[in-house]
């Protein structure tokens, strides 16, 4: 098997074998491992190079591959199953982890190569439009929102707030009217809502001592979400609602004395 080997440079020894192997097109499960050695050894002796530490690199794979030509001419081994042993098998297995990570360093290579090639380009949007808010649309914000939904969750917070009065101490002493003012609830939600960000509204309505608080407190909520202060989310069907403060919004664009008056909201 003539074959003209140009004195190219390799990585190893293993490169050299996979470019013998791949240049006479053999099966590198079955390597004629007698051509393989000789056209191995004729690259060895043709070869220049100073460098000791590299010849020896492959003088040492070249007795390898003259022990293994050795092997093939004497009878096969068996193993303790009673099959043949291949004396090729540890080079073959070496052979074929070397290509593995030999396409995997030309994959990474044209990787770098792509990576290279990619450009950046700062942002340069103006800051009229970073500013910018678009008008709140109340059917867009409420599209997936219910009165259903929203009570639901009331009835929930309104039961667990009636099974902490005890029935029997409830009622003693004397009854008081309680007056709250939606205006003063408004500015309080508003305030609570720009310092918390994202707030759960069962926990706003659970800290309220009494149910004229929680119901004045939950018209403030709608009151907040028609005029885009706050909007409001639910990710599942009777799950909680969690209300976030719409950044950038403008509480003085709220009218509370015109809105509201100053009138007090009913009593228990």
């Not at 009878?75 to 199953?81: I, K, L």
């Not at 990570?101 to 942002?123: G, I, N, W």
């Not at 608080?213 to 907040?224: D, K």
Request: net charge negative; with cysteine; hydrophobic share 40%.
């Amino acid at each position: 098997m003539a074959l003209t080997v140009s004195l190219t440079a390799f990585d190893g020894p293993l490169d050299l074998l996979l470019h013998l192997i791949e240049k006479n097109k053999v099966n590198i499960f079955d390597i004629p491992i007698i051509e393989i050695t000789e056209q191995y050894l004729t690259y060895v002796k043709q070869m220049e190079t100073e460098d000791l530490g590299t010849m020896s690199e492959f003088m040492v794979m070249a007795s390898e591959l003259i022990s293994i030509k050795c092997k093939m001419l004497l009878p096969p081994e068996v193993d303790e199953e009673g099959e043949e042993i291949d004396p090729r098998a540890e080079l073959v297995q070496q052979l074929l982890e070397y290509k593995t990570y030999k396409y995997m360093s030309y994959e990474l290579r044209d990787r770098m190569e792509d990576a290279a090639r990619s450009l950046y380009k700062p942002d340069t949007t103006p800051k009229e439009v970073l500013s910018y808010r678009p008008e709140v649309d109340l059917d867009e914000l409420t599209a997936d929102l219910t009165l259903a939904k929203l009570h639901e969750i009331f009835d929930s917070v309104l039961r667990r707030q009636s099974e902490k009065i005890d029935p029997v101490r409830s009622q003693f002493g004397t009854i008081k009217k309680e007056e709250v003012r939606l205006a003063d609830k408004l500015v309080w939600v508003a305030d609570t809502a720009k310092k918390r960000k994202r707030m759960s509204f069962r926990n706003l309505i659970a800290g309220q001592r009494s149910r004229m608080q929680m119901i004045v407190t939950f018209l403030a909520m709608l009151e907040l979400m028609k005029y885009g202060i706050v909007e409001v989310s639910q990710e599942e069907t009777v799950g909680d609602i969690t209300i976030e403060y719409v950044p950038g919004a403008d509480l003085s664009k709220i009218n509370i004395e015109d809105d509201f008056g100053d009138e007090p909201t009913g009593g228990e």
